[in-house]
């Protein structure tokens, strides 16, 4: 079968790329409709990336919603059966607001999602995974990683009505907020030391995990901190190891995630273009009783990547102009040499100022003599 992969676009690769990755690994893959009930999500709204989701009613008077997520289909369409495990992976059109454009989008969204009886392997895995959908993507790549255990048990020592602007400091890496809501509710110097540590934290975790270790013991997180330790392991003596960080500020919503969260982020795009994390949460929020991890690569982030060789620079490799008149047996014996080379070839009578072309090749002479110039 012929080579097709010079015919797909970037996006379509890099969308192959993870499914093979994923397929690889047992993963298998899970089609959703283009839109479920609104009630869906409207019930798990903080759940969702942007609030905003596009709806419609049906011929029954059902109030609908274009899909703005995928997870919480493969929470609706999967069943609790003890030890079974579900992996999946899937590449999925979404609907919501562009992070780039700030306006409705239909986005391409890959991901998985290891849903069951998933035990310490089963994170260690989906955590590799993380990681080596960003090396796919582009080389010079982080994954920032961390446990929500740790900062829900310094939480658990202050003021209810604190917790909120101190999660909104401690997610900004802003120490400065954490000690100004620590004043206005009198938090215990110890425990407000605490978080601004956890706010500016970040780095490998050889250097970050000893420093975890005080906060772990004087709030008994020690289990937590080991099933950080444990999640990091499977990157020990890998190339993936140079691309990991242990941030303590990384955080997803509290009411849905729990233990291991992580985002990931590619050199030349300023935000996340990947996030995921354990939601047995949101599990019992939607009266489950197993357990799930997974996360999602938001290609849409990816636009602002800059062409590399990866990527494809122009509408085709070599713009061939030709006479009018030259005959189309001769017009075709000259596009399948330049074919053969490997090149993808365009042909036209006269430039297209729209088209981009690497190369622009001539084709002139008359009914008994043809020559073929190349105009660089």
Request: hydrophobic fraction near 40%; charge should be negative; proline fraction near 4%.
């Amino acid at each position: 079968m012929n080579d097709l992969s010079g015919a797909l676009t970037w996006e379509e690769r890099v969308t192959f790329t993870l499914r093979s990755l994923y397929a690889r690994y047992g993963y298998q893959p899970y089609k959703m409709s283009k839109f479920e009930e609104y009630d869906l999500y409207v019930r798990n709204k903080d759940f969702l990336i942007s609030d905003s989701v596009i709806t419609f009613t049906d011929t029954t008077g059902q109030l609908m919603a274009l899909k703005p997520d995928v997870t919480l289909s493969i929470i609706k369409n999967t069943r609790d059966e003890g030890s079974s495990i579900s992996k999946l992976y899937y590449n999925e059109n979404v609907y919501r607001v562009s992070k780039s454009s700030g306006s409705f989008r239909e986005l391409m969204q890959v991901g998985l999602e290891c849903v069951g009886g998933i035990g310490t392997a089963d994170v260690c895995e989906v955590l590799w995974l993380a990681a080596s959908s960003l090396a796919a993507i582009r080389p010079e790549f982080v994954l920032d990683v961390s446990h929500l255990g740790l900062i829900g048990a310094v939480l658990s020592s202050v003021p209810a009505e604190a917790e909120k602007a101190l999660l909104v400091s401690i997610g900004e890496k802003n120490p400065y907020g954490v000690a100004d809501t620590a004043r206005e509710y009198g938090i215990d110097p110890q425990a407000e030391q605490d978080l601004k540590t956890l706010a500016s934290l970040a780095g490998p975790a050889a250097e970050v995990v000893p420093k975890l270790e005080g906060i772990a013991v004087r709030y008994g997180a020690i289990d937590a901190l080991g099933e950080l330790k444990t999640a990091l392991s499977v990157f020990d003596g890998t190339p993936l190891c140079a691309g990991i960080r242990v941030d303590a500020s990384v955080l997803d919503d509290m009411k849905y995630y729990n233990g291991i969260v992580f985002k990931g982020f590619l050199r030349g795009v300023p935000e996340s273009v990947l996030s995921g994390g354990q939601y047995d949460r949101l599990m019992k929020r939607m009266h489950r009783d197993s357990r799930a991890i997974g996360f999602a690569v938001y290609l849409d982030g990816l636009e602002r990547l800059e062409t590399d060789g990866k990527a494809p620079r122009y509408d085709s490799d070599v713009l061939l102009l030709h006479d009018p008149d030259v005959p189309p047996a001769v017009l075709r014996e000259v596009k399948e040499r330049l074919i053969a080379d490997g090149l993808s070839v365009r042909s036209a009578v006269s430039r297209d100022p729209k088209i981009r072309a690497g190369r622009i090749v001539k084709l002139t002479g008359d009914s008994g003599s043809w020559e073929v110039t190349d105009l660089g």
